[in-house]
């Protein structure tokens, strides 16, 4: 079973930054591609940031210049580095996989709160 384990949430100030991770229990080669979204109370959910097997990235513009996501294959862990934080960007981020298997984000995480606020 594949278990994918966020950190890296807190509280941080506007203009302040974060670093998530998110640890797979499973080689990343093993997935077409990973990701992380986020959803706010009330919101829908968002998809923030993709990276493929073959490290190619996409961001939401709604964070674009913002965010970068990356990923370290050797310690199976993909990271969302997110900078000049507002206060909208306050949500629960999720860590998600993509199998090879099928065309969907069929893995995710169990969150990691960020709140950003003075």
């Known amino acids: 079973q594949v278990q994918l384990v966020e950190s890296g949430g807190g509280l941080v100030q506007p203009g302040g930054s974060l670093r998530l991770s998110c640890a797979a229990s499973?080689?990343?080669?093993?997935?077409?591609?990973m990701g992380w979204s986020r959803q706010a109370p009330g919101k829908q959910r968002e998809l923030v940031a993709t990276?493929?097997?073959?490290?190619?990235?996409d961001y939401a513009d709604s964070m674009k210049g913002r965010v970068t996501i990356s990923k370290d294959n050797a310690k199976n862990t993909v990271y969302l580095q997110m900078n000049s934080l507002k206060p909208e960007d306050t949500a629960v981020y999720y860590c998600?996989?993509?199998?090879?298997?099928?065309?969907?984000?069929?893995?995710w995480g169990q969150g990691t709160q960020v709140t950003v606020s003075s």
């Open positions: 499973h080689r990343l080669f093993s997935f077409r591609a």
């Open positions: 990276i493929s097997s073959g490290f190619s990235t």
């Open positions: 998600h996989a993509k199998p090879y298997s099928v065309d969907s984000w069929a893995y």
